[in-house]
């Protein structure tokens, strides 16, 4: 597909809108389109490169604002932390395993998305555990395989919501560029 100025501005949309919505109060825990942007990315964008921007600076953004709101004293959770590159390397992660997708296989699709959540959550858990990361009482984790076990179990709420927000935004996004593809297609034949 071509890239012109209308999926541009739609791409540019989609970062911001994804962004804004991670802040929101009251959203499920981990409930959230970046992963599904990540796969999407990787497997929808020719230039490799350029896969990488659209989660990368949805999340960028969204960090900037919960900072914005951190500073102001309208959140408790900080923007930016120590730490946080490793996300930022995650996602990117992410992104390379959306380049084994093909957006016209729904199989694939639904199989990239489940091993980009699980992949996320094992490793940013284990990060945590090696890096000590502190728990729910701020006591950082035994390093222990306990500890470990701990930690996975204290992210376990975040992965329900991470394997819903993937799969519902990944059927949107895959979903929505599958009838753009067959639209652009019918108006092509139909101009034909």
């Known amino acids: 597909m071509k890239v012109n100025t209308s999926i541009?501005?739609?791409f540019i949309l989609l970062v911001v809108?994804?962004?804004v919505y991670r802040i929101i109060p009251g959203r499920p825990w981990g409930f959230t389109p970046q992963i599904?942007?990540?796969l999407f990315g990787?497997?929808?964008?020719?230039d490799k490169k350029f896969a990488f921007l659209m989660p990368l600076?949805?999340?960028f953004l969204s960090d900037l604002l919960y900072e914005l709101l951190y500073i102001n004293n309208l959140t408790s959770i900080e923007g930016f932390y120590s730490g946080q590159w490793i996300n930022y390397l995650l996602f990117?992660?992410?992104t390379a395993i959306g380049f084994f997708i093909q957006h016209n296989k729904w199989f694939q699709i639904l199989a990239g998305s489940v091993v980009g959540v699980f992949a996320y959550f094992v490793l940013s858990n284990f990060t945590?555990?090696?890096?000590g990361g502190l728990d729910i009482n701020n006591v950082p984790y035994p390093k222990t395989f306990n500890g470990l076990m701990y930690c996975f179990a204290a992210g376990l709420p975040f992965l329900k919501g991470?394997?819903?927000?993937t799969l519902f935004f990944s059927a949107v996004l895959f979903g929505g560029y599958y009838l753009l593809q067959k639209t652009q297609t019918s108006k092509q034949t139909a101009g034909a």
Request: glycine share 14%; hydrophobic share 65%.
């Open 8 to 10: 541009l501005v739609s």
């Open 17 to 19: 809108i994804a962004s």
């Open 36 to 38: 599904a942007m990540a």
């Open 42 to 46: 990787g497997s929808i964008v020719k």
């Open 57 to 59: 600076a949805s999340m």
């Open 92 to 94: 990117a992660g992410l």
């Open 128 to 131: 945590v555990w090696i890096g």
């Open 162 to 165: 991470m394997l819903t927000g």
